[in-house]
């Protein structure tokens, strides 16, 4: 792997917060500025480490359109993927973009996240395990599905709380979101 296919493998998995990238691949971040130049040569384990985290990446996002497709009628509605950042835009039939799923990389828990608008609302996908967390545990990709992460503010006598909530994603969802008709 040399630095442009580095780079590349960086954008493609949407990691573009530096701490996570390194703490991902377990690098230092003076480590990454040489790999990204082109001054340090990329170890065969460090390549296959990346190579590990684009094929997860695509057999997540595969799992993501697949739930799309069943979503967004494809006779109203276009899917696009874009190839070097993996965003996703969905468009009307007439091409009008309708949203865009931006590939955000992964969180500090190592899950990877989606974000996406409606109305001026930001809201985020992320990949999940399907029974909840327990801690410590690390989840397989089987273990895991695409959740929309909702979250509901409860004011409090001393402040506000706010709770997340996860819900599959689905039909009756999105189309509460976007009026799909």
Not at 49 to 62: P, T
Not at 97 to 107: C, I, P, S
């Amino acid at each position: 792997m040399n630095n442009d296919q580095y780079k590349a493998a960086k954008l493609f998995v949407g990691i573009q917060n530096l701490e996570i990238w390194c703490a991902t691949l377990n690098i230092s971040k003076d480590a990454d500025k040489s790999y990204s130049c082109g001054r340090l040569q990329i170890s065969n384990d460090l390549a296959s480490k990346i190579n590990d985290l684009i094929d997860a990446k695509k057999y997540k996002i595969n799992i993501l359109i697949e739930k799309f497709k069943s979503i967004f009628d494809p006779n109203k509605y276009i899917l696009h993927i874009d190839s070097d950042t993996n965003d996703i835009n969905i468009s009307d039939a007439d091409g009008t973009l309708v949203t865009r799923f931006k590939n955000e990389g992964k969180d500090w828990f190592g899950r990877d996240v989606f974000t996406f608008k409606v109305k001026k609302n930001l809201y985020v996908i992320l990949f999940y395990p399907k029974n909840g967390p327990e801690n410590g545990r690390v989840y397989s990709i089987k273990e895991c599905d695409w959740f929309f992460w909702q979250t509901q503010k409860e004011f409090l006598s001393n402040g506000v709380l706010c709770q997340n909530f996860p819900k599959i994603i689905s039909k009756p969802l999105f189309n509460e979101l976007f009026d799909l008709g």
